[in-house]
């Protein structure tokens, strides 16, 4: 069974930065593609970003430039570095883990807080 567990969140002022890093473990088969979430109150869970096995990398509009997804594969580890934190990037961050073989579906974390003060 396949657990996905993030941590890194916290509360930051605006301009700061955090780190947030997710590991899916329960299976040694590697995951298609890990990406991170975030859903902010009264708003529906969106893509921040994504990163595959063949380490092809998709941002969130929003966050192209400001935020840096890195992936270790050997451990289905992924981290999102977060910089120049806006109020507005508020939220629960959910990482997410895909696999197309083994346990196949898409997995998810509990989430992690993000609170970013002005």
């Known amino acids: 069974q396949v657990q996905v567990v993030e941590s890194g969140g916290g509360l930051v002022q605006a301009g700061g930065s955090l780190r947030l890093s997710c590991s899916a473990s329960g299976t040694l088969i590697g995951a298609k593609t890990m990406g991170w979430f975030r859903q902010a109150p009264g708003k529906q869970r969106e893509l921040v970003a994504s990163?595959?096995?063949?380490?092809?990398?998709n941002y969130a509009d929003f966050v192209k430039g400001r935020f840096t997804i890195a992936r270790l594969y050997a451990k289905n580890t992924v981290y999102l570095q977060m910089n120049n934190l806006k109020p507005e990037d508020a939220g629960a961050y959910y990482c997410?883990?895909?696999?197309?073989?083994?346990?196949?579906?898409?997995?998810w974390g509990q989430g992690t807080q993000v609170t970013v003060s002005s």
């Open positions: 990163v595959t096995n063949s380490a092809d990398t």
């Open positions: 997410n883990a895909q696999f197309i073989v083994g346990p196949k579906g898409s997995h």
